[in-house]
């Protein structure tokens, strides 16, 4: 049956080309290619993407949105992972560009979550390869030059049948490359935001020739975008906006030292050793002896890309053809936070540094042996690195080759193709870093140390001295900006001494051989049967590895192991697409496609994962469709062979603190911490109770809800992980309005159930889990302080527990016309969750639900509106994105101070909503008459910032990651040959 030119099949093109400029909040024109909806291709069978099986029909029953070349062009972003973080179904990226404070290998790159339900499971193809993925399973778009990208194809389903592992969120992105383009291309591009910071430049040059035989492309590409710094923006200069007094530290960048039960700190101007010139330490915020550490922060990382992709086909005879894609990308990340904030209390490399407090004999200490002759012992001081504050760079190199041939044939009125191939990645990536000190030379640097024959401070004593060039004594009391003071961290040996220079490694690669099979096995009255069998061996491989001094732990960046593995699977499909009624009242068509998948994998076994989807058009203009489809996802070579490191948790909140804790008073939390008394003088002033209390940096109590602990944490992988599974179903529809011309409506209904997830824990789960939903299991993940009672002792890491289950609709309504005064235009698309809830416990009583919870937004919406006329344009976009809400920081900020929910077990907890966002976007075009075309923009053109977060959403700041960080100005020039 051909379906080419029904009007059904041209308002589904239409709506997928169109209707994605508001799925994506594009700024571009919106109907410059439409004309071309009447390319015949009854010749052409492609693969779409949810299916093997080429056909000439582009309906499916699944949903797919396509994105274009030329919707690639019209809007004012650079990169493919922000062009699709704009979809209204995409969720929250997992590392956004505003959290400095990640680490790992996977940090600096760009990654796509959809549904809220994790970037792991989310299948990424180029051509319909994988593109390669870290140890821990996350698949960097920054590898994809944008130049050279003809289409993208996002399919809103499940299809582990179709394409195996990782596609269990029911969403696969199909990258399809330029293939028959001939001529060349320049792109220049450049913008920065209204606060004249956070530049953007972007160059690329696409050419290509294509002859009877064959073609090839060409395509390079350079992009830098500067970072941008916290005090820069007033919503990230403090930890806690509005309340500065809890965003400075008293572990700063003046050194300070304990004495008769009071902090020190140098005069200045002084010389930073005689005890005189010391004074009481003055916490003030803001003008005291404290520090901020966002004003070393970056709150968006500089990032710098370059790549260059080739793509070609040649007709070896006439029923055979090759076909490659090479690629090679670069990419330079790197980020900033603060100096480290030094304790001498903390212990080292698994305790064999007990501890790096001053020596009595150190020429430095001011109550020490060689002057006063006050001895009190070992002194504890603290001081932050602002000299050398905590830098990482991240080097990575990605290569891609993929080669094989394909064809077609006839038997009689039967048409098969055939295809067999091979790909291969590699991407490697070195790690440098500066800013950590190393413990066990900061416990020489403050040992025992004297003044020699030559008027240098040296290690040792005189009787027994070191040598200079083993070790470099230091004065940590000589605060930063109190002038130019020896043997402080303004002296460069010094620093060369405490601080080495870090060198971690990481390398992956991914192998796999493939053969694929389809056609037509024969026609039934409603049309041909179609089939597709196929083969697939592929190999994950995996290295990440540390520095040697982190592996130690004799590094203030904390310990840490080498993870390395790998694993292979065989894999065989089949697929049918089988038509059962065609062109009868009531039944214009109606058609059901089945697959099934077999996947041997060399860690757990095997599986096998069925799909069903149906067609259904009452009559030509409507179409109804519904799918089933079950899924998997693979254990990732980190979550199984990944090596564990400590971490200071940042953001850290204890359910049993006597002034925070929403569980304070719950027999449990008495139980844990009745024993533990400490004097809160910030609440009770000079006299009262001694209560427990949260403990954050330096052992001094919390003065906000959450803060980074004290003592590290650890986490690490478990080789006994098993496979996800996953159950999806859609149900939608697609209607032409036949009486009103150019009006396109869409709708879908989506539910996915995961189970046996990988629950990848946090210490705030933990705790939460424990104290709020009493699940014991949980509370024996964890100790506590005898004295204290703070949490001294976590351990975490991936574990096959409970499920998550989310539902919603998506409705896309597209609308055109042409008038006297030129094109109009509107597209309007929609994600509405109803529902996104988990247990991460089979004994958990209630679910969690996580809608409108942080940045798990309940609506996001897309609307744009366009005008054409001649060779001028105006694209007016608006992103919206639905209210959130968080647990409540402080009082004073609480919309719901009583709020109480089945799964918080009756306990109180506040929570805190904040209103809708909406951004604007606007764009002019112009097309000139050299063969140019001009365009001049600004994405949040209203400037509009968004809400205050004290949770910090995808950020390591009170401003969710995913938001505009200010109007971004930006200009556009094309040039084509």
Known sequence: MRLSNNPLYKAIRAGLTVGVIGAVGFTGTAFAQQDQDSEERTLDRIEVTGSRIRQVDLETAQPVLTISREDIEAQGLTSVADILQNMTAAGTPPISRSEPLSSGESVGGLYIDMRNLGATRTLVLINGKRLGTTTGGLQDLSQVPASIIERIEVLKDGASSIYGSDAIAGVVKNIITRRNFTGAEVNLYYGEYGEGDGPRQAYDFTIGMAGERGHIVMSAEYNKEEGIFAPDRWYTADSYPGYPQYSYTTVGQYGRFLHGGTYWVADPGSDARTFTGFHPQDGTPGTGDVSRSSDQMHIYNPLERKGV??????????????????????????????????????SWAGGTIPNTHMSPDSWFNPVGNWGTGENTGLLTWTRRGWEVPRYTGYDADTWRFTGGFDGAFDIGDRFFNWDVGYMYTRSTQLQTGTGNLQPSRVSAA????????????????????????????????????????????????????????????????????YANFSGTLFTLPAGDLGFAVGYEYRREQGLYAPDALRQSGDHSSLASTTTQGGYSVDEFYAEIDVPILAEIPGFYELSLNAAARY??????????????????????????????????????????????????TTNFHDPCDARFGDAANTARCQADTGHARIWDPAEWGGSGPNVYRQLRQGFIPTQARADQTPVPFFSGSNPLLQPETSESKTIGAVWSVGFIEGLNIGVDWWNYRIENTVVSDTPNQILYDCYILNIASRCAMFTRDPVLGIVNSLSYGGRNSGYVETEGFDWDISYRFDTDFGRFGAVWNNSYTSKLNSKTDVTQEYESVHTSFGANFRLRSNLSLSWDLGDFGVTWGMRYYSAMKEECYFDEICTHPDYAAPDTQGIITPINRVGSNTFHDLQF?????????????????????????????????????GFDLGRFWYAKYKQTF
């Open 309 to 346: 992709y080739v793509s070609g086909a040649y007709d070896v005879t006439d029923w055979a053809r090759f076909t490659t894609d090479v690629g090679y990308t670069h990419r330079f990340s790197e980020m900033q936070v603060a100096g480290y904030p030094y304790q001498s209390g903390s």
């Open 446 to 513: 403050v040992g025992p140390s004297f003044m020699n024959s030559s008027g240098v401070v040296q290690c040792g004593t005189p009787d027994a001295p070191i040598s200079l060039t083993s070790c470099v004594p230091w004065n940590p009391f000589a605060g930063f900006g109190r002038g130019s003071i020896a043997n402080s961290l303004d002296d460069p040996a010094v620093v060369n001494f405490l601080f080495p220079r870090e060198h971690t490694i990481a390398e992956t690669s991914t192998t796999a051989y």
């Open 599 to 648: 996947s041997d994998f060399s860690t757990f076994g095997d599986t096998t994962n069925a799909k069903l989807g149906l067609r259904w058009r009452p009559f030509e203009d409507l179409l109804i469709r519904g799918t089933w489809a079950e899924g998997f996802r693979a254990p990732s070579i980190a979550g199984l062979y990944g090596g564990g490191s400590q971490t200071f």
């Open 925 to 961: 075009r112009w097309n000139a008459p050299w063969g140019a075309t001009v365009a001049l923009g600004a994405n949040n053109v209203t400037d509009h910032e968004g809400p205050v977060m004290f949770s910090q959403p995808n950020s390591n700041f009170a401003y969710y990651g």
